[in-house]
């Protein structure tokens, strides 16, 4: 039997029906994926678009997320979002334990039936973003699947990415546009690519169809890999005032970069030309045109010019 820890003392709110067992044995369960619109009905749940609920549905898909980890069966694997436990399921069958934590208490019911014969789940309700992930998963090596919405995807990022013992991989199902923000290089930076590039090397690997989810979404999604570096690729003393001069910068992306520093910062104009010139970065440049190490050589100005105060991306 899978485990259950819930953060509230509140009950799951799942309907349950009296007709069906899906719980049967592993086969009917296996199988209980393929029709999740019967599964939603007998419980009385209806995907709840303020949670950016699409629940995946095609088998296709599902092997393609699972492909793009390269489990060998020994992995440790925490999924966000574990929604109706098709992709828990198949995480199951491949690697050594999955923890499975889902936010909806109304699902509840279902992956307790669902994940059932299943020993190696431990399923967990709670807000991923309110996890202790040091407590959660401790201090070896796991990977992260997760099928997230577009509200929580930069925070989830650097929650998982700033954790004292962060993954070894991501691999996120989200939408087109936003893994291709991820990837993008200098002349298209942005806050989410110079976050996740810090701490990672992304690369998309895959493309998911609308139709591959219930509700079909509006647009295509895309696997996103991101193989963690084992130390991120600016000290890490550098971080918070690198992200603060970030912040600064993009807040007005259409500006020149001495325009919108100056601003963000409450510097004056001159001591932000004088930064640039430094860093030699050209006094006309915008933020979306600096890679990594630009925003290091300005982080460590802003330092040595007497800032450097704890600032998290908006």
Known sequence: MSSMKHTSREPPQA???????????????????????????????????????????????????????????????????????????????????????????????????????????????????????????????????????????????????????????????LQREVAERAIAEPGAMSLLALSVQLYGVPKIVASIPPGAFYPRPKVASAVLRVEVHERPVVPRALISSLFRVAKAGFSQRRKQLHNSLSAGLGLPDGAVRAWLESAGIPREARAQELGLKEWEKLAMLHVEGGGGEDVRLA
Not at 62 to 67: A, E, N, S, T, W
Not at 110 to 122: F, G, I, M, R, Y
Not at 133 to 143: E, N, Q
């Open 15 to 173: 309907i349950r029906g009296a007709d069906e067992d899906l719980a049967g044995t592993a086969n009917e369960v296996h199988g209980a994926w393929d029709d999740p619109l019967k599964l939603l009905k007998r419980y009385g749940i209806r995907p709840d678009k303020r949670l950016g609920q699409n629940f995946l549905v095609d088998g296709m898909a599902l092997r393609k997320i699972v492909d793009a980890a390269g489990l060998s069966g020994d992995e440790t694997i925490l999924e966000i979002g574990a929604g109706l436990g098709t992709l828990t399921r198949e995480l199951a069958s491949r690697s050594k334990r999955v923890v499975a934590v889902e936010y909806d208490r109304r699902l509840v019911g279902v992956l307790e039936e669902v994940l059932a014969p299943l020993s190696n789940v431990e399923l967990i309700q709670a807000d991923i973003l309110g996890l202790d992930l040091g407590v959660l998963m401790g201090s070896g090596p796991y990977r992260v699947v997760a099928n997230i919405p577009y509200n929580i995807t930069s925070a989830l990022i650097r929650h998982l990415l700033e954790a004292p013992n962060p993954p070894e991989q991501l691999i996120l199902t």
